[in-house]
C-alpha cells in the first residue's frame, strides 16, 4: 500500500491540494455564476469528500483523513470565477497522475484518479440544467462539463 508519508512535502501537497483545484474547475465549467448552483455544486462535492473517508482503497481513505484534519486557513477560499480553475486543475491531474504512476502503487493510482473523476463527476451532475433553450429537455451534465470531464479524464490518463 502506498502512504502518504512515502512523498516529499511538495508531492504530498500536489496529492492533497488537486481534489479541492479539480472542485473548482468543475464548479467553473458549466459557466454558470448563480449562487444556488454553486451552492449545491460545492454541496455535491463535499459529500465526495466525506464518502472518501469511508472508501474501499486505503490510500484514498488517507487522502480524504488528511484533508480533513488539514488547517482550514491552510486552504484557499477564494471563489472559483473563471476558465483559469479548469486549466489548472486539468495541470493538477496531469502532474498528480504521473506523480502517482512513478511513486505509488497500480492500484493506490488507479483509485485516486478514479476518485478524482468520481468527484468532477458528481460535481458536474449536481444541478440539471436546460440546453437549448426554455423547451429544451434538462441535463445532468452540460456541453461544457461534458468537455471539462472528458479533458480531465485525458488528463488522469495519458
Known amino acids: ?16 491540494n488537486t481534489p479541492g483545484v479539480v472542485l ?14 454553486f451552492l449545491k455544486e460545492v454541496t455535491a462535492g463535499a459529500k465526495v469528500f466525506k464518502e ?3 472508501h474501499e ?8 483523513q488528511a484533508l480533513r484534519e488539514r488547517d482550514p486557513e491552510s ?27 512513478r511513486k505509488a502503487t497500480p492500484d493506490d493510482a488507479a483509485a485516486y484518479t478514479a476518485w478524482l473523476l ?3 463527476t458528481e460535481v458536474a451532475s449536481a444541478v440539471k440544467t436546460r440546453q437549448g433553450g426554455l423547451f429544451s429537455k434538462k441535463v ?5 462539463e461534458r468537455m471539462f ?6 488528463a488522469l490518463t495519458a
Open 52 to 54: 472518501a473517508r469511508k
Open 75 to 101: 486552504s484557499e477560499d477564494e471563489l472559483p470565477v473563471d476558465d483559469v480553475a479548469m486549466s489548472e486543475a486539468l495541470k493538477l491531474a496531469a502532474d498528480v497522475a504521473d506523480l502517482l504512476r
Open 140 to 144: 445532468a451534465i452540460n456541453e461544457g
Open 57 to 64: 482503497n486505503a490510500f484514498v481513505k488517507s487522502v480524504a
Open 149 to 154: 470531464l472528458d479533458d480531465l479524464h485525458q
Open 24 to 37: 473548482k474547475g468543475t464548479v467553473v465549467s458549466d459557466g454558470s455564476k448563480n449562487a444556488l448552483v
Open 118 to 120: 468520481h468527484l468532477a
Open 1 to 16: 500500500m502506498t502512504e502518504l508519508s512515502q512523498f516529499d512535502d511538495d508531492e504530498r501537497a500536489l496529492i492533497l
